[in-house]
């Protein structure tokens, strides 16, 4: 199906609308609201790491506000239980009789913030895996559907790793993007100490979007035409992360190229533009791939980070 030049102009619009929206809100970090809608364009799930106090949580919860999804913060801790996600069943009084009523966890939302991921036991983190990648819940014998859209956006912190458990490979692997947020420049963190210590009223957050709207982006975002030449780039670079014991210890899996190849589409799509080019392959592979590629030791040695090695292979 071809995808309208005047749906285009439209949604150009509209994702600069949700922009400004954010920035009443979130000073600068522009590249992060990007990628962080890329996801939701992609029914993807993303990683945010960066150290603590640089907006993380206020931007997905200002965000979900714009969209109009339902928000859950799940805080976590290492005596956080996987009931305490998912739910648990209740005994419940019902006309004299005891029966067992299921009462859903804060994972029943449509954005879910999962904060300091890294501070959950691995048996904590792994009840996120099934939410994450079927949109459902089994508790017991019985399955619950998670409503659409559904994203979790997981944050951790790279430093002050004492008493974490760090995300084995195979579990970051289920996360569309690793976004990193860095410190903001002196002009941009001047006006947030303007903002936040002075009298004047934060601007109030207005829905400008519905989340049957959302859904239907996604499938539009699935429509974006991409040349075959590109999508040999894709594989091509994916492949390549396989085949440089030099720096790669283990490579990316074919799920990073599926991924990348979506994180194009959605970014073309906010760029306002109905093809893929190049440069948005080159400006997503960072994120899709920086969390999926384990180095070498020679790599670490020198210094190298994933994002030195994967501009390398670019």
Not at 45 to 57: F, H, M, Q, Y
């Amino acid at each position: 199906m071809a995808i309208d030049v005047k749906n285009i102009s439209k949604l150009k619009e509209t994702f600069a609308n949700v922009r400004k929206a954010i920035s009443h809100v979130i000073v600068g970090q522009e590249e992060v609201v990007e990628q962080i809608l890329v996801a939701l364009l992609c029914d993807g799930n993303a990683l945010l790491e960066s150290l603590p106090g640089l907006g993380k949580t206020l931007t997905i919860k200002t965000l979900s506000k714009v969209l109009d999804l339902k928000f859950a913060r799940i805080q976590c801790t290492p005596d956080l239980m996987p009931s305490d996600i998912t739910g648990t069943y209740v005994i419940d009084d019902v006309k004299g009789k005891k029966v067992f009523n299921f009462q859903k966890g804060p994972i029943f939302a449509n954005m879910i913030l999962v904060d300091e991921i890294n501070r959950a036991t691995p048996k904590t983190q792994s009840a996120l895996l099934e939410a994450m990648q079927e949109k459902q819940v089994t508790t017991g014998n019985e399955t619950f559907q998670l409503d659409k859209p559904f994203f979790v956006l997981a944050t951790q912190n790279p430093i002050d790793q004492e008493g974490t458990y760090p995300l084995p490979e195979a579990q970051t692997d289920r996360f569309l993007l690793k976004i990193i947020v860095n410190y903001p420049p002196i002009h941009d963190e001047l006006e947030i100490v303007n903002r936040y210590t002075g009298a004047k009223q934060q601007t109030a957050i207005h829905p400008l979007l519905k989340a049957q709207s959302l859904v239907l982006l996604q499938t539009l975002t699935k429509q974006v035409p991409i040349a075959d030449d590109l999508k040999n780039k894709v594989v091509t670079l994916v492949n390549k992360t396989r085949t440089n014991p030099e720096f790669i210890e283990f490579g990316a899996s074919p799920r990073a190229s599926i991924g990348l190849i979506m994180a194009a589409k959605a970014h073309a799509l906010l760029s306002g533009r109905k093809f893929v080019s190049a440069k948005d392959i080159e400006d997503m592979a960072l994120p899709v791939l920086r969390h999926r590629i384990v180095l070498s030791f020679k790599a670490q040695k020198e210094g190298m980070t994933p994002d030195d090695v994967i501009k390398a292979l670019l």
